[in-house]
């Protein structure tokens, strides 16, 4: 990609040296093959999915474990709408979503 993002002659191209310096988000394979494969899962929760992943990789940086030894990230749904461009409602339905397939477990914070 080009230096300047709004150069549209650019866009979408990538040098050696732009694959290098940028960051991606990663998406399992998984979430596109087998049980997931086709529209049994929105591309909505896909994408969170990938967010949450690279969240859980800042985690393991981190050492955020709880008692079990298993990983945990903050990533507040206020957060989710604003990356992913989602309402509320549509954020709140994907995390639905990805917890009724058991792709991702949540534990509120804070007052009850």
């Known amino acids: 990609m080009s230096k300047n993002a709004n150069d549209s002659s650019k866009r979408g191209t990538y040098s050696r040296q732009s694959v290098i310096i940028n960051s991606f988000y990663q ?27 690279d969240r859980h990789k800042v985690s393991v940086k981190n050492g955020w474990f ?5 990983v945990y990230i903050y990533f507040k749904k206020e957060e989710m709408e604003k990356q ?3 309402s509320k409602v549509t954020v709140l339905k994907v995390m639905r979503e990805l917890k009724s397939l058991l792709l991702v477990k949540e534990k509120k914070q804070g007052l009850p």
């Not at 087998?34 to 591309?43: M, P, R």
């Not at 709880?66 to 298993?70: F, R, S, T, V």
Request: no cysteine.
């Open 66 to 70: 709880d008692e079990n030894e298993e």
């Open 27 to 53: 998406m399992p394979r998984f979430l596109t093959t087998g049980v997931f494969e086709g529209s049994k899962l929105s591309n909505n929760a896909r994408v969170l999915y990938a967010l949450l992943l």
């Open 84 to 86: 992913l461009g989602l």
